[in-house]
């Protein structure tokens, strides 16, 4: 990698060293980790699944909420390179979909991601001591083999993301984990409950309607889980939040 | 590696057609790449082992096929006992929903398996305090192996169970985002932390108690199970949505996404589909269109 790439990533760990503080939003954290992880692997799009601790997996975040990125993530808790990567604790790499290599190993998701313009697709584990707690995907819509170092570096960022979930709390208690992945998940449904209420009210897509979302979180300085608590049970008016006239 | 043993019969989950081994059923195993690509083994046997337990627990709870929300809550607060391993269990459960413009307060009803579970029950309600409160607070399960360990978190809630025998709690809301249902809260006489098995169990009962409790709200019963562990997010945006469309609570519009399901034979995540495409609408003076 040259500098600039370095400085990049540099700069990323800090923000997301910043985000680390009171006020802390672990969900707001993951997509803003999913969102630079595309930007500094020079992927198409990046994602982020997490054990629900009862067998299976669900997505947390993604650098987009468009519904072929979000559906190819939910495909990905079943089957494909975060399915394999979480069964090994190792990262996994897809560098061409359409082989038939890859379709006999993935013959649902492959053409899944295929029809939903992704070509390439790699996972890297989330782990924490012995645990693999999820993985971080990254999707190409050209083929693309991913050299060691961009698999290094989304395994950094990865670990970040763990370390995230548990962010500044003292981690004395062993439950605190996983305490804290359920109600990372909860928070996530909670903003999907939200995300339905702008998209209703405003007209918008799900994407749009997450991103004026964490807009007004933003611009308020108010968690990302509050706000979407706030809209989903009426605490807060929709019109406050879109910039979409009734 | 292939066996005649048949697999879970979930027809929405990855274990559809596939088959194990015996004995790596209940077994978390570590695979080497290698192995991925093989049928045989690794992905497929996972998927399996990872539905077991879930199908395990689902198969207890209903043996006979009875399926009285009362009498399944209060059999999953048993099979709390019997398969997680505590002393008791108890839950307090929604009544009836909120409508809009209703009292902060809302019945619950009380099951639970033993008099220590009910006398919990009781104290959580009263002091207005414990890992139950904490638990809607936080967002999550609160998981406390030894409550003398840290004796200043709640102080009027603390002392009082620990009295009453509990030495361990654990409790895990019954919520679907911000519907909330109820809490299930077990307890040790002992202290000790879940294992990673027992907290599996308890969540999986967690969500067939949230599966429950939504059944009796609605005053029909489903056989659709998976909509919960189902890792699509329609039927949450679907909620927002039919929330807006109709003026109601988050509480009513599920129950009502749930109740149009119902009458009209399909899952509930076709018809969230339905709604997050814009194919279907609720409107608040007629049937939906």
């Known amino acids: 990698m040259n500098s600039s790439p370095d400085r990049r990533l540099a700069r990323t760990f800090v923000t997301l060293a910043d985000t680390l503080v009171a006020d802390f939003d672990v969900l707001d954290f993951l997509v803003l980790l999913a969102e630079r992880s595309a930007e500094l692997l020079e992927v198409d799009a990046a994602g982020v699944i997490l054990t629900d601790q009862r067998g299976g997996w669900r997505p947390a975040a993604g650098s987009s909420e468009r519904a072929e990125l979000v559906e190819l993530l939910a495909a990905q808790t079943r089957e494909g390179p975060c399915f394999d990567c979480v069964a090994s604790g190792k990262p996994v790499t897809g560098a061409d979909l359409a082989t038939d290599t890859m379709q006999t190993r993935w013959p649902r998701f492959a053409p899944a991601a295929i029809n939903a313009g992704f070509r390439a697709a790699s996972a890297v584990p989330m782990r924490l001591r012995e645990q693999t707690v999820g993985a971080l995907t990254m999707l190409n819509h050209q083929p693309v083999d991913l050299d060691v170092t961009t698999i290094e570096v989304g395994q950094a960022l990865a670990d970040v993301a763990t370390i995230g979930i548990l962010h500044h709390r003292a981690a004395s208690r062993g439950e605190l984990l996983a305490e804290q992945l359920e109600a990372t998940l909860h928070h996530r449904t909670v903003i999907e409950q939200a995300k339905g209420v702008l998209a209703e009210y405003g007209n918008l897509d799900m994407h749009d309607a997450f991103t004026q979302l964490r807009r007004f979180a933003h611009a308020q300085q108010r968690r990302l889980s509050d706000v979407a608590h706030d809209l989903a049970v009426g605490a807060l008016d929709p019109a406050d939040v879109t910039d979409q006239p009734r | ?289």
């Open chain 2, 1 to 289: 590696m292939r066996d005649s043993v048949p697999g879970p019969t979930d027809n929405t989950g990855p274990a559809q057609g596939w088959s194990v081994a015996p004995y790596l059923q209940g077994k978390l195993i570590n695979l080497a790449p290698e192995h991925l690509g093989c049928r045989c083994v690794g992905v497929e046997v996972r998927g399996v082992v990872d539905g077991y337990r879930r199908q395990r627990l689902h198969a207890l709870l209903v043996p006979n096929g009875q399926s009285d929300a009362g009498s399944r809550i209060r059999r999953i607060c048993d099979l709390c006992v019997s398969e997680v391993e505590v002393s008791g269990a108890g839950a307090t459960v929604l009544s009836e929903i909120r409508e809009p413009g209703g009292s902060g307060h809302r019945r619950g009803l009380v099951h639970a398996s033993n008099p220590v579970s009910a006398g919990l029950e009781d104290l959580q309600l009263t002091v207005g305090e414990g890992p139950c409160v904490d638990a809607f607070a936080a967002g999550g399960p609160i998981l406390i192996p030894d409550l003398a360990a840290d004796p200043t978190r709640w102080p009027a809630f603390g002392p009082q169970a620990s009295a009453l025998g509990a030495s361990a709690v654990f409790s895990f809301p019954l919520q679907i985002g911000v519907v909330r249902l109820g809490s299930l809260d077990l307890y040790r006489d002992r202290p000790g932390a879940l294992t990673s098995d027992q907290l599996t169990d308890a969540l999986i009962l967690a969500e067939l108690a949230t599966h429950a409790v939504t059944d009796q709200l609605n005053g029909h019963a489903t056989s659709d199970v998976t909509w919960l562990s189902d890792p699509h997010v329609e039927v949450h945006q679907a909620v927002g949505m039919v929330r807006v469309q109709l003026g109601v609570t988050a509480d009513t519009a599920l129950l009502r996404l749930r109740s149009y399901a119902y009458s009209h034979g399909m899952p509930l995540r076709e018809i969230a589909h339905r709604v997050v495409t814009r194919t279907l609408r609720f409107d608040p003076n007629d049937e939906p269109t």
